[in-house]
């Protein structure tokens, strides 16, 4: 019998993470989705994943798109996070952003980024994988990162 759902979410819910906001450019329009479930593949080739989850409008953007950023946040960056994640607007025109090698929109303030250009989408259940190859990338803020811990933003104690 496979695990709950809700279960799976509150076990997994304890690993801390990051978050990110995954950009990519499709022709003229940018599109943006918050992300946590995304990881460092490989140093050599320079490799990370980004999981999308298959329903949704985000997957098939990415995948139009051909390229990705992500945008590691800040912990004053939630308000960000909250408008990837929930209704608002997905395209970057009113924000803060610059553009690297592949097009992807690069957030102004936040941590650090890479820029990736789209390599594979493997399957993976109700989300699909999607292997981005680093082409640039950039850490220029110090700074304390948004955390999501148990399904709310946190901080690193001070
Ligand atoms: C902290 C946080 C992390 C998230 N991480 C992911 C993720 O890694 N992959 C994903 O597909 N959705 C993730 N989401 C949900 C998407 O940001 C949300 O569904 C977004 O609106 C995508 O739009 P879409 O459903 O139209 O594709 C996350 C949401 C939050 C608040």
């Known amino acids: 019998m496979p695990l709950d759902s809700k279960e ?3 076990i997994l819910g304890k690993f801390v993470t990051g978050v990110t906001v995954a950009s990519t450019k499709v022709g003229d329009e940018t599109w943006g989705m918050t992300a946590n479930a995304v990881t460092s593949l490989s140093l050599d080739p320079p490799l990370v994943i980004l999981c999308i ?6 997957r098939i953007k990415f995948e139009e798109g051909g390229c990705f950023a992500l945008n590691i946040l800040s912990a004053d960056q939630q308000e960000i996070s909250d408008r990837f994640a929930f209704k ?3 395209d970057f025109s009113d924000l803060d952003a610059t553009t690297a090698k592949t097009g992807a929109p690069i957030l102004n303030g936040t941590l650090g980024w890479v820029d990736c250009k789209l390599k594979e989408i493997l399957p993976g259940g109700d989300h699909d994988i999607f292997i981005g190859e ?3 990338g950039a850490a220029p803020e110090e700074g304390e990162p948004l955390l999501y811990y148990s ?3 946190a901080k690193l104690p001070s």
């Open 88 to 90: 608002g607007p997905k």
């Open 151 to 153: 399904g709310k933003y």
């Open 8 to 10: 799976q979410r509150r």
């Open 134 to 136: 680093i082409v640039a």
């Open 53 to 58: 989850q298959k329903e949704g409008q985000s």
